[in-house]
């Protein structure tokens, strides 16, 4: 076993070496930029909500642009919306979704209506298709000019079935996500105006500044830094916001900078605790006391202190100065500087989920990938991590590959006959078990079998290069693999092509050993499509052990030797166009004990039983002819 490969301790410190990356590669990189003022009043009898906002757009493109586009995200919950339709279609639909939209009532829908929009003091033609919001400019946007939009709107807040809504299963009042008409991004492709069916999001860079007057019994927690503590008689120390006795709304004032979205849940019986991180952000968890809550959230702020300060350590330092862990929504869903969780769990189950959201905030806070595109790049990256973390949190001494769980998902769907390739959009898979198993599970295997590709210590300083150079930005899947290249020295291009553009499977074998001469003459196989470096593990019966390096010809170079308690030789490299390979060991068939490929799994190879080799079983029929 590869000593290196599992544990990854908070000694590992951010190398120096990130600042040789410290931008992005590409000198033609741009990305548009909002600023958000927005005034909120919550009714919290009727669930609706009144609102205006003053969005500055700057347009950092080189086009010249004559439409915008907003997300409407609320109206998919109506009867008859295309997350409806999808939901009623789809051959395996999202148990929290179901038919649910369909029985809505009309005081249970989601909706958001524009009443007034004008750019720049005039106003500006505009129409509502779905989820999607479509204006006519009324004068284009100049590459490197500014609009400023004015905007008048109110809402219904649906009843809670996906990530948003009102009272949710747990009794939370409101979940408060994708809950303001938000700017559609424009990127290198051009606009992303896809309708809502509850897949993945896309987001502009951008400052917030958010004020929400509801009913004073509410405590509200979510993105943003609390600019009124003392005003409103909330000062994030104690629960109970009333102000002087007064029954009156009270208004929040938040500011978030630097944030592609913005979140807030609201409840009358939330409690509220904090736990600093030394030299780190400020960790506030906000969920209602009860016999199931108490113990398990009381103990969790110190786990997730653990938490941050290991993945600041190891996988790039977290760069605000606070993070909350809300209680609300249908299960776990990330948002800038926060999370959505359902909170009556078991400790584990509380400890992973804060875990893995609290993760995202790597993955898609601060590395804003296209979800939609991309979505293996956050949800994928995200559950390496986490599977990581939750090793080090609970099973520090291990050296078990923390991955497998992973790979049983992705092994399923290979098997099935039905996979598809990573690079289909998060909207048009054709089950939601296949996208979950791409995102996630596939998503993680990537990760876990290129830290095989260019070695576990080269991987994890390729993570931390990877968040250093882009971060507060829109990283693509290139953009990765070339942070990986310039980290490893090595061409990677081919994994990419194979891994992620096709569905494309690993299998390698040992087809033969042969004796002759006093040495050992050992046939490696590929039998799957796609292409791999070899690690061959030679144990002998002496209780010596050594590794037979094979690399790609297409790699142009080899990994750094991982474990040094091993001897370890690199042999020619193996073209891909070759389907065996034979090496030759100077040592007769009866000195060696047993052969495997890859005994640290990080190779998704789906059929494991042709990776070893054992001599004591096999003895007669490999001895040496000429002895």
């Known amino acids: 076993m590869i000593k290196s490969r599992i544990v990854i301790t908070l000694l590992i410190v951010a190398s120096a070496s990130i600042t040789t990356l410290s931008q992005p590669q590409s000198s033609h990189y741009w990305q548009q930029h909002v600023d958000y003022r927005m005034d909120i009043n919550m009714n919290v009898q009727t669930h609706r909500f009144t609102g205006t906002q003053k969005l500055v757009y700057t347009n950092n493109s ?16 109506q009867p008859g919306s295309m997350m409806d339709m999808r939901s009623l279609t789809i051959e395996d639909p999202d148990r929290r979704v179901g038919s649910r939209i369909s029985r809505l009532k009309e005081d249970e829908i989601g909706f958001q209506h524009i009443t007034s929009l004008k750019q720049d003091g005039k106003a500006v033609n505009h129409h509502t298709e779905g989820t999607i919001l479509e204006v006519s400019l009324d004068q284009p946007i100049l590459p490197g000019k500014k609009a400023t939009f004015d905007m008048e709107f109110n809402g219904q807040v649906p009843l809670q079935i996906r990530r948003s809504g009102r009272d949710n299963t747990e009794g939370i009042s409101y979940s408060m996500s994708q809950w303001y008409p938000k700017m559609v991004e424009y990127d290198y492709m051009g606009w992303h105006a896809n309708p809502y069916i509850a897949r993945e999001f896309h987001g502009v860079w951008g400052d917030f500044d958010v004020k929400i007057t509801i009913d004073p019994t509410y405590t509200i927690g979510g993105t943003g830094y609390l600019q009124n503590a003392d005003e409103i008689g909330h000062g994030y120390e104690k629960k109970g916001a009333t102000v002087k006795g007064s029954d009156k709304p009270i208004t929040w ?44 959230w ?60 609290m993760i995202h905030s790597w993955y898609q806070g601060i590395l804003a990938t296209n979800e939609s595109l991309f979505p293996w790049m956050d949800e994928g990256f995200t559950s390496y991590a986490t599977s990581v973390t939750m090793q080090f949190l609970f099973n520090p001494e291990s050296n078990e590959n923390p991955h497998t769980r992973s790979q049983s998902g992705y092994f399923f769907m290979a098997s099935s006959g039905r996979e598809e390739p990573m690079t289909t959009h998060s909207d048009h898979y054709a089950s939601n078990r296949s996208y979950g198993v791409n995102a996630y599970s596939k998503g993680a ?111 142009r170079g080899a990994k750094a030797v991982e474990d040094t308690e091993i001897e370890r030789t690199t042999r020619e490299p193996w073209p891909w166009t070759n389907p065996t390979y034979t090496l030759k060991l100077s040592r007769n068939p009866s000195e060696i004990k047993n052969l495997e490929i890859d005994p640290s799994l990080r190779m998704a190879d789906i059929e494991r039983s042709n990776n070893s080799f054992s001599f004591a079983e096999n003895l007669k029929e490999y001895q040496d002819p000429t002895r």
């Open 62 to 77: 080189p086009d010249t642009l004559t439409k915008v586009f907003y997300h409407l995200y609320f109206n998919a919950f």
């Open 253 to 296: 004032h938040f500011k978030a900078p630097n944030v592609i979205d913005f979140m807030w849940a609201a409840d009358p019986d939330y409690e509220h605790t904090t736990a600093q991180v030394p030299n780190g952000p400020t960790l506030h968890f906000f969920y209602q006391k009860n016999e199931k809550t108490e113990e398990n």
């Open 298 to 357: 009381g103990k969790l702020p110190e786990q997730m202190v653990k938490a941050m300060q290991f993945m600041s350590l190891n996988f790039g330092k977290y760069p605000y100065e606070q993070y909350s862990f809300v209680q609300g929504g249908d299960g776990g869903m990330e948002y800038p500087m926060a999370t959505l969780i359902t909170g009556n769990r078991n400790f584990r189950s509380l400890v992973g989920v804060s875990v893995h959201e």
């Open 445 to 555: 295997v990537f990760l876990d079998q290129l830290s095989y590709i260019i070695g576990q210590e080269t991987f994890m300083k390729g993570m931390r290069n990877y968040y250093n150079t882009w971060k507060f930005k829109h990283p693509t899947s290139i953009d990765f693999v070339r942070i990986m290249e310039k980290t490893s020295g090595l061409e990677l291009d081919w994994y990419l092509e194979h891994f992620i553009y096709t569905t494309k499977q690993l299998d390698y074998g040992i087809k033969s050993v042969i004796g002759y001469g006093g040495a050992t003459y050992i046939t490696l196989e590929r039998i799957g499509e796609m292409i791999m470096p070899v690690d061959l593990y030679v144990e002998y019966n002496d209780g010596s052990k050594e590794i037979i390096y094979v690399p790609l010809r297409i790699m």
